[in-house]
């Protein structure tokens, strides 16, 4: 049966390459729903045959599934103690001194000083010399395998240089592992967030994140475009006296190790690194965000040893986050798309970390309040792990005498209406959803995007012009669009209008979920839009839904059916809606969910702990694929508590006090198999 089942998964997967690939169908959607529910079928009576990259699950979870295979560190991936404060790091060499009944600067006790990069950590095993495989930290315990990910990064030697290993000769078997941190360089950091803001995808915050980001992406043609760096900082596995002497050993083998790196034989030389790269780091081509002090000598680092979460013979030290001073000119307010009102300073530009800073994020109303904020302030701005700066503090002592204080608006900048704010949230906003400008063409711009309508060549300053010329006033008012109207707008030839009109009109194709979805009523985000599709099944049912009917969806809370109901009894979303359909757009069809069985139907389960068979993910799809619900801590809710290996004691202790049935894995795949 198994080889009955891969047969079919392998022609779905044709046919889903012909499809989706290379937009040529060599079967009707007939053909292929029956193929899909043969596999369906079968995969239900076998679970034992559970795959995650099965055709069937493609549309069946919301999960964010890794899709890398989860390995066990062969030892675990630890963090460091952490310090601000020089004095601390001073603290930290005493003791250690003390620890090994070394008199204190004795030069007895050398420290090996390295920047801290910050990017992600990455373990990389070699075997033979080749690259193995690649592991990020995960949980300290068990990582993600991203090795054909990391392949793609240029300075990561997929073979070491051979004839150094035995020139070297301190290879104690033919396994070595190496530490480091992979990081996208400051310009491709920019450079990637450019281009991100061209297709208007969300931008990455920092290159941390913009690095862990890329090395989990699913196509690693993309990784290798990213053009991704790495910094090794240790290796294991390898007999030497100094960690000194072991990166010069990794060196010497290809891996790419900072020579910034220095051995310091006092905490004063230590503190002179400290001091030259607080100001130096500046210039670095990479972000880092601390110095890394380590105990040389690899003896008295195993004297140390390790508290329960780091080593004694490590500590950080982190860099103040920068922050400049300057004059606050005035406060503007910005109008979202959902009418959220967004205060923003207006600085004196200053320089801050290699960037002109000429505006700031002040969030809301309580922040700005909480600031005692006044026009003519001085201000200390800093730049946090967001791309735009923020107030800090006021420094009161600069305050001019009878400076107005900053206090919120009421009334809409954009179209005057009285400003509203939902209790309990920080927010303001404008309530004139239907004919405040950015609110209308801020909708528009979300409903052409790409994981909405993905209608192309309409970028927000064409938007703005059709809508400040009165060619569109809602997301309805695309669909009548035409060439000859378009190709009287300057700066839009022949051939753009024929191409956006084309592009609307395939977007009658779009499905219902993504049609939902591109309405943008307040919290139905992709992943509510998908679900309310598959419960309701069109735009008519979703309408008339009662509260109870939208709350007794699956995560569907009452803040979300309120929203619902408040924009469906509005007759011009209703009008608008109609408009729609009429223009051909989808207003129904249920998203196919891969529903294996209905065993679990009813039953919370929480995953801890982990497993032989398969991995965390893939239980956590198979639950959903049997009619499951995935819980994330144990409550009175939770009907069975899946446990594995290494489970946390707390949680056990929980589900025993509640009286949660435990079950193994195995027994859990016997359920299934019942
Ligand atoms: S040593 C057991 N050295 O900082 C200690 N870590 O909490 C192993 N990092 O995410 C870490 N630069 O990836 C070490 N020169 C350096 C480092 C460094 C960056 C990262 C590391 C981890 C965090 C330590």
Redesign the pocket.
Known sequence: MKQEIERLREEIREHEYHYYVENAPTISDQEFDALMHQLIKLEAENPDCFDPNSPTQRVGSDLALSDFEQVEHRYP????GNTYSEGEVRDWYSRVCKDLGVVNDSQLVEVVC????????ISLWYEDGDLVRAVT?GDGVRGDDVTRNVRTIKNIPLKLIQNNISQFSTLNSHNVEF???ILLPWKEFERLNAERERNEEPLFANPRNAASGTLKLQNSRTVAKRNLIA?V??VLGVEQNTHSDSLQWAKALGMPVSDTTRVCKSIDEVMEFIAYWNDERKNLPVATDGI?L?VNSLNQQKNLGFTAK??RW?I?YKFQAERALTRLNSVSYQVGRTGAITPVANLEPVQLSGTIVKRASLHNADIIAGLDLHIGDMVYVEKGGEIIPKITEVDNSQRQEGAERVIFIDKCPECGTELVRVEGEAAHYCPNEISCPPQQKGKIEHFVSRKAMNIDGLGSETIAMLYDRGLIHDVADLYTLTVGKLARMERLGEKSAQNIVDAVKKSCEVPFERVLFALGIRYVGETVAKKLASAFGSMQALSVAKREELTAVDEIGERIADSLILYFDDMRNMQLVERLQGFGVKMEGRVARAELSNKLDGLTIVISGTFEHHSRDEYKVMIEAHGGKNGSGVTSKTSLLLAGANMGPAKLEKAEKLGVKIISETEFLEMLNA
Do not use: C, I, N, W
Request: charged fraction near 30%; avoid cysteine.
């Open positions: 991936m630890l963090s460091l390295e920047l801290k990069f910050d990017g992600t950590s930290r530490r480091g941190e910094q900082y240790g890394v380590k780091s080593p490590a950080a």
